[in-house]
């Protein structure tokens, strides 16, 4: 059974600081997204990264695969309070017809 | 409209009653899905539905009964669901080719009693 485990599972932390979250697997996985849930809504799309090594940017957030395609990070510089919610990572399957596999997610909250 | 649409928002039901969750999308997506969350738990993959036609079954009780009409529109039939069941039901859509890029609705925060 493939699973991504997400650390940390809360993080909570003042306006102006940096963050990391982490997404693990032992296995590999074809794509790796992340998601940012806001309370009462769904999950939206931030970034998806196809390959290892990549890293990608969003203003403020920064993506990595990692180089064995096992692994990402989310890093936020500068945390604001509208990047609290919950940040999901999920994992492309191979051999599952490109399911995805997600993490049990990270809890952000950013005071002000 | 736009994007992907759930309703109800909320629904509180007993075990033996029935209820349906309606889920439209508005994308011109050909793939959509039933997705349960749960506290701390991971998204809980249910349902496929590729160009209407059920792709994936994720061991789902009988209790929950998919139903794809169309490729815009997804229901989710309940019926003597058990308190466990209480969860957000996500309904989400995609190409079908892009089946990593996932469009979610609100979800239906259901309750039963």
């Known amino acids: 059974t493939q699973l991504l485990e997400q650390s940390p599972q809360f993080l909570s932390i003042q306006e102006g600081e940096n963050l990391t979250v982490y997404c693990n697997s032992s296995s590999v996985f074809s794509s790796l997204q992340w998601y940012r849930q806001e309370p009462g809504e769904g999950p939206v799309l931030l970034v998806t990264?196809?390959?290892?090594?990549e890293v990608k940017k969003l203003k403020r957030l920064t993506f990595q695969f990692g180089d064995a395609r096992k692994d990402s990070s989310l890093h936020i510089t500068a945390a604001q309070p509208g990047d609290t919610g919950l940040y999901l990572c999920?994992?492309?399957?191979?051999?599952?017809?490109?399911?995805?596999?997600f993490g049990q997610g990270t809890e952000l909250s950013v005071k002000p | 409209e736009t994007g992907v649409t759930q309703t109800p928002r909320h629904l509180v039901m007993g075990m033996t009653n029935k209820k349906s969750l309606k889920c439209e999308q508005h994308l011109g997506h050909n793939a959509m899905y039933w997705y349960k969350q749960s506290a701390k738990k991971p998204l809980e993959l249910m349902f496929v539905?590729?160009?209407?036609?059920?792709?994936e079954n994720n061991s789902v009780p009988s209790r929950f009964s998919p139903e794809c009409p169309n490729s815009s529109h997804l229901f989710l039939h309940l019926h003597t669901l058990q308190p466990e069941d209480s969860a957000l039901y996500l309904c989400?859509?995609?190409?079908?080719?892009?089946?990593?890029?996932?469009?979610f609705g609100s979800g239906t925060q259901l309750s039963v009693l």
């Open positions: 539905y590729n160009f209407k036609e059920q792709t």
């Open positions: 999920a994992g492309g399957t191979y051999n599952q017809g490109g399911k995805l596999i």
């Open positions: 989400a859509s995609s190409q079908i080719r892009e089946n990593e890029k996932l469009f």
């Open positions: 990264v196809v390959t290892g090594g």
